[in-house]
C-alpha cells in the first residue's frame, strides 16, 4: 500500500472535555469514534482532547497533523465539539474543508461535512 493510500484511509478525531462529566463520557465517545472508524474502513491514528474553554490548541495541532500527514478525515461525537457558537463551528468547518481539505464526520448525525 503507498503512502497515498494509507493517508486516504487515516482519520483523526477531536474531543472538548471540559468537565468531570465529560472526562468520564469521553472514553465511551472514544470508543464510538473508534468504531465508527473501523467500520468504514478508516483508522484511527489519534484523538486530539481540547481541555480548556475557547481554547484551539489541539484542534490546531490536529490541523497540523493533517497537513503534515496527508490525512484528509476528522470523526468527532457532534459538530458541537468544535464549538457551542454556530460560528465559531462554521469557521473550525471551514479551517477543515478548505484550509486542509478534510471531511469531518459527526457521530451523532451521521453527518459529513467538508470535501
Known sequence: MNSRT???RMA????????DAAERAAYAQERDMKCFAEERGFQLVAIYHEFVCGALDAFNEMVEALSYTGARLVVV??????????????????RLEFGVEAR???LDTSLVAGA
Open 6 to 8: 494509507e493517508a486516504s
Open 12 to 19: 483523526y478525531g477531536y474531543l472538548r472535555v471540559l468537565s
Open 77 to 94: 461525537p457532534s459538530l458541537s465539539h468544535l464549538g457551542e457558537s454556530g460560528r465559531l463551528r462554521d469557521a473550525l468547518l471551514d
Open 104 to 106: 469531518v464526520y459527526a
